[in-house]
């Protein structure tokens, strides 16, 4: 009932730039939190940012000054501007978002496919 799909992956050299961007659609009352992880070949998946439905932000130590989350909530869209891209960077980057369906309804996790990030050196 709810579709979450990312968009804007792709190669991109050392030093570059790119812009992820994801769209949950559906049925959707509100979502709460919505974030980005990301899973390297060989690596457990981690967090990369959080940004809850005021706008607020965290992120991980390892991408904080290069990365920066927002959100449009009219649009149900969070995007991940990524900058001073590094090759430890390469990784599926995948989106959630936490939905309510209604307004009586609990909270559940939603998950996109995921988008490649390949920075090379």
């Known amino acids: 009932q709810v579709q979450v799909v990312e968009s804007g992956g792709g190669l991109v050299q050392a030093g570059g730039s790119l812009r992820l961007s994801c769209v949950a659609s559906?049925?959707?009352?509100?979502?709460?939190?919505m974030g980005w992880y990301r899973q390297a070949p060989g690596k457990q998946r981690e967090l990369v940012t959080a940004?809850?439905?005021?706008?607020?932000?965290n992120y991980a130590d390892s991408v904080k000054g290069r990365f920066t989350a927002s959100r449009d909530n009219a649009k149900n869209t969070v995007y991940l501007q990524m900058n001073s891209l590094k090759p430890e960077d390469t990784a599926v980057y995948y989106c959630?978002?936490?939905?309510?369906?209604?307004?009586?309804?609990?909270?559940?996790?939603?998950w996109g496919q995921g988008t490649q990030v390949t920075v090379s050196s």
């Open positions: 959630n978002a936490d939905v309510r369906g209604s307004w009586y309804s609990s909270i559940n996790r939603y």
């Open positions: 559906g049925t959707i009352f509100t979502i709460n939190v």
């Open positions: 940004v809850n439905s005021d706008g607020s932000t």
